[in-house]
C-alpha cells in the first residue's frame, strides 16, 4: 500500500502530465475526457485531483492559458487578426474569446492589443 506521500508525488506526476499536454495542445479541443485519459483517472476523479492541486479547475486551467496566450499574441503579433489569435489559441469562436478575454483582462482584446 503506498504512503499518502508516494500516492501525492503520482498524483503530482499525472497532472504534470497532463499540464505538458494541455501546453503542447492548447489550440486543440481539450475535454475533461480526453484530460482525464491522459492522467489515467476518471474523469471525476480527475476533475477532483487537478482542482486540488492546482488550485484552479481543468477548464478555467486551460481557458487562462488561452487568455494568457491570446494577450501575448496580440501584442508581438499586431498584424494578425483578432479572429485569428483566437482561433490559434483554441477558441471555438470570436465571442467566446472576447467575453473571456474580458473576463479575464476586465479590458477587450482590442484595448489590450493598443496599450
Known sequence: MLS????????????????????NNLAEPLHLDLLAKEAYFSPYHFHRIFTYIIGETPNAFVNRLRVEKAANMLQKNPSLSITDIAFDCGFSSSAAFARSFKQYFGISASKWRKV
Open 4 to 23: 499518502s506521500t508516494e500516492s501525492r508525488t503520482i498524483y503530482t506526476s499525472r497532472i504534470n502530465r497532463v499540464i505538458t499536454f494541455i501546453t
